[in-house]
């Protein structure tokens, strides 16, 4: 199929003068639909140029007999003779060009972090998902994320599509997609470590060149819970005075189950109410497994497990 771009005609009737100068017959006001164009003609006998005029200032180029419109103003002309003489200028045709229909497109954004329980100091992942719910391509998609202050940054993964920025300065997270087709989702990763204990609050939100019509899903909060808890990924009891027990500062602060679990999947040591008092005792030096769980007053148990090693050698 081609496309052609329609085009309306509307003649400037000049009456002659006998030395053949022109004069418009009266005022007139056109509009013309947003992507279509007018063309102008002047109709004077016996000139041999032209001059356009938009708004009162002569147009550059706008010398010829025709001149195609395509933007709203006020248009007139003057004539002129071989001689160079030239006629007084036209009554002004007033060109109006409506205005474009609003493309829509909506763009959702959608922030969570990993669902397992998050300790101080331990690193984990924030995610946001981007979709466009249409019914237009979005353009120009622009995503925004403030990282809280609680959390140092690691790194962002590549996204699928779009270039993802890290301002140092401002904690802010900045991703920028050039477009999206209609049900088109791209995803960004940010890895990050947990400094402080309580809530994390973080908001991340979009925007695009296009009008939203729902402009409540351009906004994604994620509530993270850290538990103030540091767990060590080795212990050495050799009887030195320097970390001779599994210590887990912050555990005294919560309701609290450990379990130490062998290579063989046996439970080896288990205890309610921690009191950073295992040593390993009877244990060789090894890799050990961990299920550590915390209960917050009032709420509910949050379970980290990972790895512990036991060194008895003195350093």
Known sequence: MVNRKNSFVLSLLLLCAVAGFAQSNGSQMVKIPNGTSLKLRANSDNSSSYQWIKDGEAINNATFQLYEVTTSGSYTVITFNSAGCESEISDPVVVIVDAPAALIADVMIKKTSELRSIAINEPFEYSLKVTNNGPETATKISVTDILPSAVVFDQLITP?????????????????????????????????????????????????????????????????????????????????????????????????????????????????AYKNDWKGDGLNEGTYYYVVKVRPKGGKWEVHNGYVTLLRAKQ
């Not at 808890?229 to 599994?246: A, C, E, L, R």
């Open 160 to 272: 699928n599509i779009g270039k993802a920025d890290y301002l140092n300065s401002s904690k802010t997270v900045l991703w920028q997609i050039d477009k999206m087709t209609n049900g088109q989702s791209a995803e960004l990763r940010i890895k990050v470590k947990a400094i402080e204990p309580g809530n994390l609050k973080n908001t991340a939100t979009v925007t695009s060149a296009e009008t939203d019509p729902v402009p409540d899903n351009n906004t994604s909060e994620d509530n993270k819970q850290i538990i103030g808890i540091i767990i060590p990924n080795v212990f050495t009891p050799n009887d030195d005075g320097k970390n001779d027990s599994f210590l887990i500062p912050g555990i005294e602060n919560y309701e609290n189950e450990v379990t130490i679990i062998n290579r063989w999947g046996g439970t080896i040591y288990f205890s309610k």
